[in-house]
């Protein structure tokens, strides 16, 4: 059984494997964001229900919860854009890069709970912090799944040092933020969401800044 797993190789092109987990893998992220919008609910009008104040109450109620899914919905987003973006990389994938793909998504899936919590409880530090704790570990993740595919040369062309350097660093950004972002939390919830968009956005152009090409087929 260990052999099949270190062995097997899922070409691209050949029509069936590799499509599979690529087609997999998009029905998860977007299975995850539907269960997140889910997750909002319908606003509960108290009193009269013909009332328009009464049910405008209700539906700013639902602040917390939209906002979540905004923060859920564009941190899905740009996780997906980044691993269809590495996918169009791979000249194929081995069992060893499927099987870390299965944990990743599994991560992925698990995004209407941790959003739950952050909706609903978004002033309590835990929720805050385990929220942080979710993102950093689907932050790992996509540092696992580029060193498999790099050790198990599944590029189309071997990568540099540089991209590989850019690519690593792209993936420990979000995770240092929002690892940090923990102790914050326990000083002020507000503190700690207002680092998640101010730090993840000045790692992005500190990325950018440093942008390498990805490994072309010669």
Do not use: C
């Not at 070409?11 to 269960?35: K, W």
């Not at 108290?46 to 109450?57: F, H, I, K, N, Y």
């Not at 944990?103 to 919590?117: D, G, Q, T």
């Not at 940090?180 to 939390?185: D, E, N, V």
């Amino acid at each position: 059984m260990a052999s099949v797993w270190t062995r097997t190789f899922y070409p691209r092109g050949d029509g069936v494997a590799f499509d599979r987990v690529v087609f997999f893998s998009d029905a998860v992220f977007a299975i995850a964001l539907t269960l997140a919008a889910v997750e909002i609910g319908l606003p509960e009008v108290e009193g009269d229900r013909t009332s328009p104040s009464a049910m405008w109450e209700a539906v700013t109620g639902k602040w917390p919860a939209l906002l979540a899914y905004l923060v859920a919905f564009a941190w899905v987003a740009v996780y997906w854009r980044a691993n269809h973006r590495f996918t169009q990389t791979l000249r194929g994938m081995n069992s060893r890069y499927v099987l870390a793909t299965l944990f990743y998504l599994a991560l992925i899936a698990l995004l209407p709970v941790p959003a739950s919590m952050l909706g609903d409880y978004w002033r309590n530090p835990l929720a805050v912090a385990l929220f942080a704790v979710y993102a950093s570990a689907v932050s790992g993740m996509e540092v696992v799944l580029f060193v498999v595919a790099w050790k198990g040369g599944l590029f189309v062309a071997q990568p540099s040092r540089e991209f590989a350097r850019m690519q690593i660093l792209g993936s420990l950004s979000p995770l240092l933020v929002f690892l940090s972002s923990i102790p914050l939390a326990f000083v002020s919830t507000w503190l700690a969401l207002a680092w998640w968009f101010a730090g993840s956005t000045l790692a992005g152009v500190l990325l950018n800044r440093g942008h390498v090409d990805p490994p072309e087929d010669p």
